[in-house]
């Protein structure tokens, strides 16, 4: 699996301010919140990365060295050249939101609706942006990594159903 | 020496006996359970269906897809938050008599996500009741025909159209009757702390 050297290539001349790493041979970049829907765009239309692999973000929250805490990753491949390439957003707390990516990928829909779920970011343009995992009434973000390990929805704070009550 | 009353006044092969024992007869012979796999306990209890263990010997194994025909439902599996709701709705679409079974650790007080799940709920008798707790994680296939054996027990004790003690009338159902077997228990029987407060300190959160 080759890195997608052109790709970066033509990326990096297209927009500024995108950051290129390397890693075991695929290609990551960390492209700005501003540019991500082109970038994103112009991957499916003019390089063929036809396929999201994967919607999922990381929170760096009280992490070494990190500048802003959360880390939205898309994960692009093309059926056709076999081409993986990591995109990289980073978003910041009060209210963190991007351009949601459904009219480019349909696949992207329940994707983002569980990034939504988990982590609280919000996708603007999404058309249905509910709660997957959790049902609706939950009011937290279960994956941030502030919300508390301990102490929610034990058994002794709920009365047992009993045959004569149901 | 008095005539006998019955015997000898009917032809051979004739049974007798209580209609209330016939149809309890018959509901514990034909315990259809639902399919109603959430989790990895379903895969002892698809083993409990087939043929080495083969729960078709008690009348149990047609597993029916809708709950309108299931009169067991054999909670086997992690209950979630989000599967919670649902649960409450199949059992309530259920016909009556029905019975539900909690299978595996989960379902009985939320296993290993009992602490720190926030997703599980902890246990699935905070949604629906249950009669038969089986214990196990997930619980080897005896374990869950013991249970339904329990089950068959428990719809042995059901009276139906007893009159109350006192003769003030027909009892309702789901009331209690004097003579009702005991809830039944792994060991036998055993008689079930009905009214006892449970104990729940050792599942208190201590503050620190």
């Known amino acids: 699996m080759p890195v997608p050297q052109r790709v970066v290539d033509a990326l990096c001349g297209r927009w500024a301010g995108l950051a290129v790493s390397e890693f075991r041979g695929q290609a990551r970049v960390v492209v700005p919140r501003e540019v991500l829907f082109d970038v994103l765009t112009s991957l499916r239309n003019e390089h063929g990365f036809d396929m999201l692999v994967d919607v999922t973000c990381v929170d760096y929250l009280r992490y070494r060295g990190a500048a802003q805490r959360f880390g939205l990753v898309y994960l692009l491949a093309s059926t056709s050249t076999n081409d993986r390439i990591t995109l990289r957003v980073m978003l910041d707390d009060p209210d963190p939101a991007v351009v949601s990516a459904v009219p480019i990928w349909e696949g992207a829909n329940w994707l983002e609706r569980e990034v939504w779920d988990m982590f609280g970011i919000r996708f603007e343009g999404h058309p249905d942006l509910r709660r997957l995992l959790m049902p609706e009434e939950f009011a937290a973000h279960p994956l941030r990594k502030d919300y508390p390990l301990q102490g929610r929805g034990e058994r002794h704070n709920f009365p047992v159903l009993a045959r004569r009550e149901a | 020496m008095t005539e006998p009353w019955i015997e000898a006044r009917f032809e051979e092969n004739f049974l007798l006996t209580t209609v209330e024992q016939a149809i309890n007869w018959a509901r514990e012979s034909s315990i259809w359970p639902m399919t109603f796999g959430i989790a990895c306990c379903a895969i002892e209890m698809m083993a409990a269906g ?159």
């Not at chain 2, 599996?77 to 409450?88: C, D, L, Q």
């Open chain 2, 50 to 208: 087939a043929g080495r263990y083969d729960m078709d010997r008690f009348g149990a194994g047609a597993f029916r897809a809708t709950p309108r025909q299931a009169d067991l439902m054999i909670v086997a599996g992690t209950v979630t938050y989000k599967m919670a709701s649902r649960i409450r709705r199949l059992y309530d679409m259920m016909p009556e008599p029905k019975f539900v079974m909690a299978m595996g650790a989960c379902t009985i007080g939320g296993g290993p996500y009992f602490k720190w799940g926030y997703h599980v709920c902890k246990g699935v008798d905070l949604i629906v009741p249950v009669d038969v707790y089986v214990p196990g994680c997930p619980p080897r296939p005896d374990s869950l025909l013991e249970g339904l054996l329990r089950i068959q027990d428990k719809i042995r004790g059901h009276r139906i159209a007893k009159q109350r003690g006192d003769g003030s009338g027909f009892m309702c159902r789901g009331q209690k009757v004097e003579d009702e077997l005991p809830l039944p228990h792994h060991s036998g029987y055993v008689l079930a702390p009905a009214d006892q407060e449970p104990m729940r300190d050792h599942q208190k959160v201590t503050p620190k």
